[in-house]
């Protein structure tokens, strides 16, 4: 799949669907000449050079047609006539930060290297191949190894950078992104998903413009407001069509994600550890490895390329025995309760979730030290006999002996000042020197850079663990970091945040492999941290508190863009909502949160006789369908996002044979009439029948001319679900 073309000095990195071409220029720079729809060989063509160039010329390069400032490049440098923005910068001993790097060698493997301490795409079955392009600058004697593994069957590149300090100085590391592309042109859009605390994930789209488009997170790991992912897309591009480029960061840790485009309206696009708040102390003989960056490209639009990483993601990303188990329906008491709930309350609430075909109850937070609100004991795992007086292993029995499996929050990175944990460890926690560290919800962040720290939560949550049977756990992370520093003496402040995250790989790392039958759930404050650094780890995340039906068709739909159904956690919860105060109709609240992983979160007692009925048939219905929805192909087909009061989207199994529609409806409008939607990615020559109907479509019917849905929707938040099954 890699292959070095020694005439032309050029390597070609395709599988037969993508191309990633690179050739070296005047023997000694890595220039980026192509990323996209494969090409024979990586195509024939060499850069275009003018013959006089107004940017500054290298030494090593004779005359004056040549500039770094104009060559798009693999790894573009600092302060050497480039003056974009730069893929790396280091600070030399002698306080110098100019470097030289020039084209040594390459290499090409098979398979994939292993990332040490990191989350990482993994090769599995698949036949992949690595090409190593090194780097070097003399007078240092540092090497920059940049890592580029190909997948045989998916639209699918990984990139990650190393660098190697084999020079006798320690050198500081300010910047060492993971991946920088270059291209010829700024015909393009952009596409991110900036988000907020319960608005996580809009899809915003606009053009590319002249200077730096920067999204980043400076909060100590990911968070709401920006996912570490770009898209650019041709302007044509839509849901089906068109050329899509995503780039999506394998970290879960401050990063920094920009797209520039230049004075000669080219672009570049890095990806990598934010340098904001980064400085990294590399000794001789020491090498530092950036996390990885996944790219994509589809030609077949926005689906195209969400469809791409879904599948790349569930079967070269996720882990534990969940990776292709069907998830349980759980009950979570968090709305149902809050902080006020005793024993009993919480086993009434299994009892009754029993009687609907829930399969897990978890109780949320509040079990542990003496915390009745949000202002302590974040530390102190032991429980709280006032609320469980039998304990929690006696729950866990109790619950188990009805037959279903038992959830526990845990938030294990967070101490509350008001614990005795941090009345024993006041060290433990994150901050600079001498400073007061700002509050939030009174808790502080743990020092996971502190083995010690990392031994006793591992060592907690093992005992824990030996004591009460647990099926399921919600690590749950609910603040920013501030004040960015550390009490260690072992190394400065610029390190610890990255440190801190490596830390939290160790930990779940441990706890993951241990436990690899228990189901992990990722959660910040609803889906703050939703990132592929901890879908690794954990097969699947809260997407937001907001609960309310309406909000989630378009966070559901944000977060499709780049993260598969199987990762989605979607609760049916009262009404009116608790965020929101909305009353939409439990229909359409089954419809939006069978879209992902199913769940409920409310007092189940409150239910009407018919409501109950209503619930055991949806959780039945979903039971029956929920392999398809857990792990088929979903398609967007209507956004909610474009204003039209309306959503849609299906999921069809990987034969073609069934594909479940679902139609929303925001509002509904008087005097309203017939709607057709064409639906994708059936097999056009399949006749299909409408489940409950005698009604039969052939597939290039329900595709090219549509289903009308006839004006019944007649109430606002109305949805409808529609199932086809080809026959013979
Ligand atoms: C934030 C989570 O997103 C909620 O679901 C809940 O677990 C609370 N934390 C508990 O404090």
Not at 193 to 216: F, Q
Not at 327 to 337: G, S
Not at 445 to 467: A, F, G, H, Q
Request: glycine letters at 8%; charged letters at 25%.
């Amino acid at each position: 799949m890699i292959t070095y073309n020694d005439a032309q000095k050029k390597f070609h990195i395709g599988n037969g669907i993508i191309s990633y071409t690179i050739s070296i220029q005047e023997e000694l720079f890595a220039a980026h000449t192509y990323f996209g729809r494969y090409l024979t060989d990586g195509g024939d063509s060499t850069l275009p050079f003018p013959e006089w160039s107004t940017g500054p010329n290298p030494s090593q390069v004779k005359g004056r047609h040549f500039s770094l400032n104009t060559l798009p490049q693999e790894y573009p440098g600092h302060a050497n006539g480039d003056y974009r923005e730069s893929a790396f910068s280091i600070e030399y001993s002698d306080g110098s930060f100019a470097s030289q790097f020039t084209y040594v060698d390459y290499e090409i493997i098979q398979g994939k290297p292993e990332l040490d301490g990191l989350p990482q795409t993994r090769g599995g079955n698949e036949n992949t191949e690595t090409l190593i392009v090194t780097l070097h600058e003399e007078r240092s004697n540092l090497f920059i190894e940049l890592y580029y593994t190909i997948f045989e069957t998916h639209p699918v590149m990984t990139r990650s950078t190393r660098l190697v300090n084999k020079g006798s100085e320690q050198v500081s590391i300010n910047k060492l992104m993971s991946l920088s592309v270059d291209t010829l042109t700024s015909e393009l859009e952009l596409i991110q998903l900036p988000g907020s605390w319960a608005r996580e994930r809009s899809i915003v789209r606009h053009p590319l413009h002249r200077g730096v488009t920067k999204i980043d997170s400076k909060r100590g790991t990911t968070h709401h407001s920006y996912q570490p992912f770009l898209g650019l897309v041709s302007p044509q591009a839509d849901e089906h069509s068109g050329d899509v480029y995503g780039f999506h960061f394998v970290y879960s840790g401050e990063f920094a994600a920009q797209v520039e485009v230049d004075e000669y309206d080219q672009t570049r696009i890095q990806m990598g550890i934010n340098p904001e708040h980064f400085k990294w102390q590399l000794n001789s003989g020491e090498e530092f490895q950036t996390p990885e960056a996944v790219m994509v490209f589809s030609s077949e639009g926005l689906n195209g390329m969400s469809q791409a990483l879904h599948s790349f993601y569930q079967s070269h990303l996720v882990r534990t025995d969940y990776q292709w188990k069907e998830r349980p329906i759980l009950i979570n008491n968090w709305e149902a309760t809050y902080f006020d709930f005793t024993e009993d309350k919480l086993l009434e609430l299994a009892y009754e979730a029993k009687q609907l075909g829930i399969e897990c109850v978890v109780l949320d937070d509040g079990w542990f030290g003496h915390r009745d609100d949000d202002t302590s004991s974040l530390g102190d795992w032991q429980v709280d006999s006032r609320k469980l007086p039998n304990g929690l292993g006696s729950l866990s029995e109790k619950i188990h002996e009805m037959g279903m499996l038992f959830g526990l929050w845990l938030e294990p990175e967070m101490i509350s000042v008001d614990s005795e944990l941090y009345n024993k460890h006041p060290d433990w926690v994150l901050k600079a020197k001498g400073r007061d560290p700002s509050r939030a919800r009174e808790q502080l962040m743990l020092d996971y850079s502190k083995p010690e720290v990392r031994d006793y939560i591992v060592s907690t949550i093992d005992k824990l663990l030996n004591e009460v049977p647990v099926d399921y756990i919600k690590w749950d992370y609910n603040r920013n970091m501030t004040e960015h520093g550390t009490l260690s003496t072992d190394y400065m402040d610029g390190e610890v945040m990255h440190r801190n995250i490596l830390g939290l790989y160790d930990v779940l790392d441990k706890l993951t492999t241990s436990y690899p039958s228990i189901l992990w759930e990722s959660c910040s404050g609803g889906g703050g941290r939703y990132d592929l650094g901890l879908l690794y780890y954990m097969p699947q995340t809260w997407a937001s508190d907001n609960t309310d039906a309406v909000s989630r068709l378009s966070i559901q739909y944000g977060t499709s863009l780049v993260f598969p159904v199987s990762s989605m956690g979607a609760h049916v919860s009262d009404v009116p909502n608790h965020q929101v105060g909305r009353s939409t109709s439990l229909k359409m609240r089954h419809h939006v949160s069978m879209s992902g992983l199913l769940g409920y979160e409310l007092d189940l007692s409150t239910l009407s006789a018919e409501e109950k009925s209503e619930v055991k048939k949806e959780i039945d219905w979903y039971k029956a369908n929920r392999s398809l929805i857990q792990f088929g192909e979903f398609t967007r087909l209507l956004s909610p996002f474009n204003g039209k009061n309306e959503a849609a989207w299906t999921f069809t199994n990987k034969e073609k044979t069934q594909c479940i529609f679902f139609y929303f409806q925001i509002l509904a409008e008087a005097n309203d009439w017939f709607k057709t939607v064409k639906l994708k990615g059936l097999d056009e020559n399949k006749r299909y029948v409408l489940e409950g109907t005698e009604q039969y479509y052939f597939g290039d019917e329900l595709m090219y001319k549509g289903i009308v849905l006839d004006p019944m929707l007649k109430s606002d938040f109305s949805s409808r679900r529609l199932v086809f099954k080809a026959v013979k």
